[in-house]
């Protein structure tokens, strides 16, 4: 008697409770490979409508893509020239890096960049570089 009536209610639920895990361990298995994938960013920092690169600093290994994604109602820039800094003091590149240049990034617009070479990198907004809208990325090797 019993047993009509829990088998049907017994195999849905078993299901289900089934189910969830697997769909747990599936996307934590999806977004652990993912950031070796190529293009995916190792590191994001925001660009804000309060002038910063946030976080300031980021940490990743050489090889790693470092993404930027303005949040901001202005153009922004991720610049690390030499030639293009007002304050040399803003700019730093480890020994044979090469210069980057983002050019001008739209409101809602992103940028990447890849660091092959180990160091810290010290870079600036074009703009706003002597309103202190600078960042680092730290590269280790
Ligand atoms: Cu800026």
Not at 24 to 33: K, R, T
Not at 35 to 44: D, N, Q, R
Not at 101 to 111: C, E, M, Q, R, V
Request: hydrophobic content about 40%; charged content about 20%; some cysteine.
């Amino acid at each position: 008697m019993t047993r009509l009536v829990t088998k049907p209610l017994d195999r849905p639920s078993g299901r289900s409770a089934r189910a969830a895990p697997l769909l747990l361990a599936a996307a934590v298995l999806a977004l652990g490979p993912s950031a070796a994938l190529a293009g995916e960013p190792a590191a994001v920092v925001r660009m804000t409508d309060g002038l910063k690169f946030a976080p300031f600093k980021v940490t990743v290994h050489a090889g790693d893509t470092v993404e930027w994604r303005s949040e901001s109602v202005l153009v922004h820039t991720v610049t690390a020239d030499p030639d293009l800094a007002a304050r040399q003091k803003d700019v730093h590149l480890p020994e044979g890096a090469k210069p980057f240049d983002s050019g001008n990034i739209d409101p809602g617009g992103t940028y990447r960049h890849t660091f092959p070479v180990p160091g810290t990198y010290r870079y600036f907004c074009i703009p706003h570089e002597t309103a202190g809208m600078i960042g680092e990325v730290v590269v280790e090797g």
